[in-house]
């Protein structure tokens, strides 16, 4: 089958286009400026972004099928400025494209963080409401953007699958996302402090997985939500030096600490010209993440699985030692 996919150049998006290549799909894939994570001959390159409606009609000629992964994260003062015009208009454009071409159904990747995450002990499934009020941009974005995709099937009828992956990690890691580069920090021993706070984590492979299973299955207009296991920040770096990570005593801090620390953490980034251990955003999402996100929908809907969190740790380790990134 032909199959239109934005954001190859993502965590999920560089790991389901090989594995779409690998069951023999064509990809046409959409990319800003000379990008060519992925070289083949059934690979088709668009040159463009989310607001070249011009690339995104001819990304999708004749395809049958459509993945939307592309999105701007926001975890350091990013404004709706910032944000919305790749996850918002560029959802609605995307739309525009589907409407006009002949594709059987488009896979909308959203985030977890479209819906509340308080309260956060209570279970958050599908049922629970979209972001309406939020000091994260982001989460007010990917909401946006979600109801965007709810509506627009209410009006056409046409065939849409939304997905709600929550923190994503594991191999491949080509371009060190945000997550995997705290594996590979605690493993490096550069995080100082850890908390008793954390996120729910899925395997990026189970999560390709779910993907590629939304083709077929899942009702159109349905969100699923696609999650593994809450651990806290002081869980991840005990799996992490469990597998062979540097053993370096770190102390448990109360999260107002982090807080409160956040202008010397930010000052120290400048100085040093690095991205902030910590900013305002991560401690946000470190607070309010909910501890009871369930799969249940997804599981039974679109044979959704998740391995176990220590598994996936030992495997990106391995990952990141047969690329180099760690020794």
Known sequence: ??????????????????????????????????????????????????????????????????????????????????????????????????????????????????????????????????????????????????????????????????????????????FESPQGKAVSDLYKGKIPAVMNYGFNWVDVRDIIQGAMNAMTKGRSGESYILGGTYKTVKQMAQAVKEAGGKKKWRPNVPIWVMEVSLPLIKLWSKIVNKPPIFTKEMILTLKEGNLRIVSDKAAKELDFHCRPFEETIKDLIEYFKSVGTLK
């Open 1 to 174: 089958m032909k199959i239109a996919l934005t954001g190859c150049t993502g965590h999920i998006g560089y790991n389901l286009s090989k594995a779409l290549l690998a069951q023999g799909h064509q990809l046409n894939l959409l990319v800003r400026g000379n990008a060519r994570p992925i070289i083949g001959e059934n690979v088709h390159y668009f040159k463009g972004d989310l607001n070249d409606k011009d690339a995104l009609n001819r990304m999708m000629e004749g395809v049958d099928y459509v993945y939307h992964l592309a999105a701007r994260i926001g975890i350091n003062g990013e404004t709706e400025e910032d944000l919305f015009p790749t996850n918002v208009q560029g959802v609605q454009n995307i739309l525009d494209a589907f409407e006009k071409s002949s594709a059987k159904r488009l896979i909308h990747f959203s985030s977890i963080h479209a819906y509340q995450q308080l309260p956060r002990a209570d279970v958050l499934d599908e049922s629970r409401p979209l972001v309406t009020k939020s000091l994260m941009v982001y989460d007010r974005s990917k909401s946006k953007g979600q109801q965007l995709v709810v509506d627009f099937v209410k009006r056409t009828g046409r065939e849409v699958i939304i997905l709600n992956p929550t923190a994503v990690f594991g191999p491949e890691d080509k």
